[in-house]
């Protein structure tokens, strides 16, 4: 059976008073969760909490279910676990949105959303919103998801560079969060994971200024446990004018 090994680190960064970012690490599921959370501190906080806290509690919910997505070995494109985690994320939105209805001050509230739940050797990837998730194999680095950003819809349209994105005033407009609605389309993709694969789950406080290739460059040279604080405080000295949550999951050799 596969082993992983994880690593964490968020960082409030230079600019904001507080940090609005949330994580969650669950070995004995096999889950690792960022949200980046938004809608003034109180909302940012508050529903990026709230969505960690629900995609866990649904997951351990759906363990004790008599049709128990973690049971039994099913090859990938089988496997019941993409779909309980769109659950708990769809649950999470509910939830978030449900609150912000409750309470005046959260009202708009919502939050980006990227999960990856591990299992044996399959990994599964819930993601919404502009937090991502990148897997380093065999010395190449891979972007495994899509921003839901209004930035990134005016790249794939040919309307801006990527550079140009980068610089634009609109990068932190999202397209698609967790809570602003009751309602929200989960992107998900599964994969076979390999000996020596390493994933990488960061909010856009790290992404809008670390590359890709340095990404790469950290998770292939230095100690897994020491990766997310490097890349931190990379961002920090660029700025750091966002928060920075990062996850490091190995599989071991």
């Keep these: 059976m596969a082993r992983f ?4 680190k968020t960082d409030v960064g230079l600019r904001r008073q507080h940090n609005e970012d949330s994580f969650l690490v669950n070995p004995d599921l096999g ?13 940012g906080e508050t529903a990026s909490r709230l969505a960690v806290l629900t995609v866990e509690k649904e997951l351990l919910s ?6 128990n997505p973690f049971s039994g070995k099913v090859p990938l494109e089988d496997s019941p676990l993409a779909g309980a985690l769109r659950e708990s994320i769809e649950a999470a939105c509910a939830t978030v949105f449900q609150k912000s209805r409750e309470v005046a001050q959260l009202q708009g509230m919502g939050t980006t959303c990227i999960a990856l739940l591990m299992k044996d050797e ?20 891979y972007q495994l998801t899509e921003d839901h950003s209004l930035v ?5 349209a040919g309307l801006l560079t990527p550079e140009e994105a980068k610089r634009s005033k609109l990068k932190n407009v999202i397209t698609r969060s967790v809570g602003f609605e009751e309602d929200v389309l989960v992107d998900l ?7 020596g694969d390493k994933f990488l789950l960061c909010s856009d406080g790290l ?5 890709i290739d340095e990404i790469r460059e950290a998770l292939l040279k230095d100690p897994l446990e020491e990766v997310p604080a490097k890349l931190v405080d990379l961002a920090n000295q660029r700025g750091g004018d966002d928060n920075s949550t990062v996850i490091v999951v190995g599989r071991e050799e």
């Design 122 to 141: 399959q990994a599964i990837i819930g993601h919404v919103g502009d937090s991502r998730a990148y897997l380093v194999r065999q010395g190449q680095a």
């Design 62 to 67: 759906a363990r004790l279910r008599e049709d």
């Design 152 to 156: 990134n819809e005016q790249v794939r």
């Design 5 to 8: 090994q994880s690593s964490v």
């Design 207 to 211: 992404s809008n200024l670390v590359t």
């Design 189 to 195: 993709l599964g994969l076979a994971t390999e000996a």
């Design 31 to 43: 889950l690792y969760v960022v949200c980046d959370g938004m809608g003034g501190h109180a909302g």
